[in-house]
């Protein structure tokens, strides 16, 4: 089976965002529901394997304003930035981890050399 370039989950919500933005709310809001369903079931498991799982929170923040236009509810687009955040600062959290952990890994390779 060939893996997709990114998460459904994003591919979906880029999907909704560009259907959003050429005016075809229709089809915008199904590929959306498609998006969140995903990442809800599918991809959110996967956020600390890759971090292109990330990506999907934020094309959702995106999405969503384009999509409802002036009809856009504050609350909804707060969540989504929120929790757009959130994924963010998992996703630095693990870098900064890994980091720290390869540079003490590094200077304990270097003081047992010396």
């Known amino acids: 089976m060939k893996r997709l370039p ?3 989950s994003t591919l979906a919500l880029l999907s909704a965002f ?3 933005v050429l005016d075809f709310q229709t089809a915008g809001w199904a590929f959306f ?3 969140v369903i995903a990442w809800a079931r ?3 498991r996967q956020l600390l394997k890759s971090d292109r799982y990330g990506l999907s929170p934020a094309l959702a ?3 969503y304003p384009a999509l ?3 009809q856009a509810s ?3 687009t707060f969540a989504l930035a929120l929790h757009a ?3 963010f600062l998992i996703l630095m959290s693990r870098h900064l981890s890994q980091d720290i952990a390869q540079a003490f890994s590094q200077q304990k390779g270097v003081s047992q050399r010396i």
């Open 18 to 20: 560009a259907l959003g």
């Open 74 to 76: 504050v609350a909804i």
């Open 6 to 8: 990114l998460p459904l």
């Open 85 to 87: 955040l959130v994924v």
């Open 33 to 35: 529901g498609i998006g």
């Open 42 to 44: 599918l991809d959110a």
């Open 68 to 70: 409802a236009g002036a």
């Open 61 to 63: 923040l995106l999405a």
